[in-house]
C-alpha cells in the first residue's frame, strides 16, 4: 500500500521481479496500513491457464479483470508502473490529465508535453538531477478545483539510448533492472531522489510551457511560441480533455494564459540545463 | 468502489449518493472518486446524445420507423433508468423488409460491420434477430440493427411488426420513438433471463426496477396490460423471472390487486425452483469479492440455456464447439495494447 502524490496504490503480484523494483524505487515512500482505503488496487498477476507455465506471461487485473493482452512474464514491472499510469489517466478526472513531464524550481512549474520519442523523459531526468523538482515525467496532474500541478512524484521511465545519457549524466542516479524487448524497447526506471519525496504533496503553479525536441547535434534554443496554438497541442496531449468538456477547456486557458509558452530543442542535457537556468532566472 | 465499477454501477452509485444522503457524507477518498465518477458519466452522457443525434440524421431520409432501444432509449425518453448509466452501443429496432437499407444509410454515414469472419456474418444475419455490430470508422461508436428482440429461432421469439406497431414517441414532440412502456419492460425482462449475459446482470436488474417503478406509477393501468402483453407475446415465462429477481433482490413491485396475474405466470415447480436459484447466483456482483461457490456454474449453464432457447440443437452443438476452439487458438495473435498513448480528436 504505498502513496504517491494525492493516490494510494495497493500493489499486489506473485513475481519476485516486481517485489525487487518495488523495494529498489518505492523503498523510501510513505507506506499505509493495508486495511486503509486503496484509491486503485493493482494486480499484476500470471497468465491464464496454460500461459501460467508455457511462455509465462504477466497481466494486470483491475476490479478482477484484465484490463490489457497479456505481456512476457519479464515485462511484470514496467507493465506494473504503466498500469499505475493507466488507474490515473482513466479514473481520475478531478484533474485535467496531460501527456507531459512537470518539473518546479522556486515554486513555479514548468511543463513538457511530447509525443513520446520526443526526449522529454530523459530531459526531465536530467534536470531534476540539477536543481529542478520532479512533479512527473509522464502525467501532469492539473487541478480542476485550484488550477496548480499536484506532483505525482513517482519513478521516471526511461528508454533505450537515453539510459546510457543518464548514466552517464548522474552516476549517483539509481536504476531498476533493464527490460528489454517491450513495445517501447529496452525500458528502465529511475529512482526518484529522495529530497523529492518530502515535497510529494506540495503542489506548483504553472509557469512555464516547454515543447521539448531532441535533435541530433542541435545547440539548445528556447524559442517563443503563440499561446493560442499551445492550448491545442496541450489538449491534444491531454489524456481526458474530451471528458471533462467546457470545464476542462476553461481551465486549461486559464492555465497557459498565465504562462509563458517555447519551442526547445537540443541535443546536450549540460546545454539543456543551461537554457532552463536561463528560464528560471528570466522570471 | 471496485465491485461498482465492475458492474458498471459506480456512476449510478455517485448520483444516487449525491442525489441522497450528498456526498460530503462520504470519506474524503472515495469522495474523490465519485466526484470524477459523476465528470465521466456526464461525459459519457453527452456523447450519446451526439451519437442519437447523428443516427437520426444518417436515417433521416428512410420512410419507416426506428425505434431506439434500451439505454438510449431510456435517454431520449428522459426514464429514470438513464441515471448514471454507463451507456456503450445503441441499439435500435426497424422493419425486417427495411433491414437492407438502414444498414445502407448507416454505412453511407460511417458505421459499418468491422464482422470479417463469414461464419458469424451468417449466423447473426441468418439465426439472429440483428446485424453484426456496425462501428464507426472515426468515433469507434457502435449500433446495434435489430429487427425483433429476440432470435426468430428461439423459444420466445416475438413478432417485431407489434412493437414497431406499438411503439410511441421519446417524448411529446420528439422525432424519436421508443417502445411503448410496457414493451420496454418485456424487452428489458427477456434480454436479462433469456440472453445469458450477466456481467452487468445486477445493473439491468435495477433497470428493471426502476422501469416498473416509474411506469407503474405513471399509468394507472400499466400492470393489467403488461400482463395481457407477455402472454399475447409469449413472454410469461421471462416476465415470472424478472418479477421473481426483483422481488428477491430489491422489494415486490406488484400492486397486492394483481396477484392472480403474478401466480398465473408461473411456470411448473421444477423450472421454478432451478431457475430461481440459478439467477439468483448469477445476479450476484461479477467480482472476486463476491465470489460464491457455485457462480461460474450457475452462469455457465445459464449461458448454454440461453443458446439453447435461441437455436435449434444441431446448430447449437456445432456453435458452442466453435467458439470454444476460438476461445483457446484465437485466429489473431494476441498483440500488447498501447498503454500511454493519451486521446486524441480535439
Not at chain 2, 203 to 223: A, K, N, S, T, V
Request: charged share 20%; proline share 8%; net charge positive.
Amino acid at each position: 500500500m504505498v502513496s504517491t502524490g494525492p493516490f494510494s496504490f495497493r500493489l499486489t503480484s506473485p513475481f519476485d521481479s516486481v517485489a525487487k523494483g518495488l523495494s529498489l524505487l518505492y523503498g523510501r515512500y510513505p507506506v499505509e496500513a493495508a486495511d486503509v482505503y486503496a484509491d486503485f488496487a493493482v494486480h499484476i498477476d500470471r497468465g491464464a491457464g496454460l500461459r501460467r507455465w508455457i511462455k509465462p506471461q504477466s497481466r494486470f487485473m483491475f476490479d478482477g479483470q484484465p484490463v490489457f493482452e497479456p505481456l512476457p512474464e519479464a515485462h511484470a514491472y514496467p507493465l506494473l508502473e504503466w498500469s499505475m499510469n493507466w488507474c490515473i489517466s482513466a479514473h481520475a478526472h478531478q484533474y485535467l490529465i496531460i501527456h507531459a513531464a512537470v518539473i518546479e524550481r522556486g515554486g513555479r512549474a514548468a511543463v513538457l508535453p511530447a509525443p513520446p520519442g520526443s526526449g522529454k523523459s530523459t530531459l526531465c531526468a536530467g534536470l531534476v538531477h540539477r536543481g529542478w523538482r520532479l512533479l512527473s515525467d509522464e502525467l501532469a496532474l492539473v487541478s480542476m478545483a485550484d488550477g496548480l500541478v499536484w506532483p505525482l512524484c513517482r519513478p521516471v521511465s526511461l528508454k533505450n539510448a537515453s539510459i546510457d545519457v543518464i548514466r552517464r549524466f548522474e552516476p549517483t542516479a539509481l536504476f531498476n533492472r533493464v527490460t528489454h524487448d517491450t513495445t517501447k524497447g529496452s525500458v528502465t526506471h529511475m529512482q526518484v531522489p529522495p529530497a523529492h519525496l518530502d515535497a510529494m504533496h506540495t503542489p506548483a503553479a504553472l509557469r512555464w510551457v516547454v515543447f521539448p525536441k531532441y535533435l541530433a547535434g542541435a545547440p539548445a534554443k528556447m524559442a517563443a511560441r503563440s499561446r493560442a496554438g499551445s492550448v491545442v497541442d496541450l489538449a491534444r496531449n491531454s489524456f481526458n480533455f474530451g471528458v471533462l468538456g467546457t470545464p476542462g477547456f476553461e481551465r486549461l486557458c486559464d492555465l497557459v494564459e498565465g504562462s509563458r509558452c517555447f519551442d526547445f530543442s537540443y541535443s546536450a542535457l549540460d546545454d539543456a540545463v543551461s537554457a532552463f537556468d536561463q528560464l528560471a532566472s528570466a522570471a | 468502489m471496485s465491485i461498482a465499477r465492475r458492474g458498471a454501477l459506480w456512476m449510478r452509485l455517485a448520483q444516487h449518493l449525491r442525489d441522497g444522503p450528498g456526498l460530503a457524507a462520504v470519506p474524503e477518498a472515495p469522495r474523490r472518486q465519485l466526484e470524477a465518477a459523476l465528470v465521466t458519466g456526464s461525459s459519457i452522457c453527452r456523447d450519446m446524445i451526439s451519437e442519437v443525434q447523428r443516427l437520426q440524421q444518417a436515417l433521416a431520409k428512410l420512410p419507416e420507423r426506428c425505434v431506439l432501444l434500451k439505454g438510449a432509449a431510456y435517454l431520449c425518453a428522459g426514464l429514470p433508468a438513464a441515471k448514471g448509466r454507463v451507456f456503450g452501443d445503441i441499439d435500435i429496432l426497424v422493419p425486417q423488409h427495411h433491414i437492407g437499407e438502414v444498414e445502407g444509410a448507416l454505412m453511407a454515414a460511417g458505421w459499418i460491420s468491422h464482422e470479417t469472419d463469414r461464419y458469424n456474418q451468417r449466423y447473426y444475419r441468418q439465426w439472429m434477430h440483428e446485424l453484426p455490430p456496425l462501428t464507426h470508422v472515426q468515433r469507434g461508436s457502435t449500433i446495434d440493427v435489430h429487427h425483433t428482440i429476440t432470435p426468430p429461432t428461439s423459444a420466445f421469439r416475438v413478432d417485431g411488426a407489434s412493437l414497431l406497431a406499438a411503439a410511441v414517441p421519446a417524448a411529446p414532440g420528439s422525432a424519436l420513438w421508443v417502445l411503448q412502456p410496457i414493451d420496454m419492460v418485456l424487452h428489458s425482462a427477456v434480454h436479462l433471463f433469456a440472453e445469458g449475459e450477466f456481467d452487468r446482470g445486477l445493473r439491468d436488474l435495477l433497470d428493471l426496477h426502476d422501469l416498473l417503478h416509474h411506469f407503474g406509477g405513471e399509468h394507472p393501468d400499466f400492470w393489467p396490460r403488461l400482463f395481457n402483453r407477455a402472454q399475447a407475446l409469449g413472454l410469461q415465462r421471462p416476465l415470472h423471472h424478472a418479477l421473481s429477481q426483483i422481488t428477491f433482490w430489491l422489494g415486490d413491485p406488484v400492486p397486492a390487486t394483481c396477484r392472480d396475474q403474478v401466480l398465473a405466470l408461473r411456470p411448473p415447480w421444477l423450472p421454478r425452483v432451478t431457475m430461481g436459484w440459478l439467477l439468483g447466483t448469477a445476479l450476484r456482483p461479477v467480482h472476486p469479492l463476491c465470489h460464491r461457490p457455485g457462480e461460474g456454474l450457475a452462469r455457465w449453464l445459464l449461458y448454454v440455456r440461453s443458446h439453447w432457447l435461441r437455436m435449434p440443437v444441431h446448430l447449437l452443438l456445432a456453435h458452442l464447439v466453435r467458439k470454444a476452439w476460438l476461445r483457446q487458438f484465437p485466429t489473431r495473435p494476441a498483440r500488447p495494447a498501447s498503454t500511454d498513448a493519451p486521446a486524441t480528436g480535439v
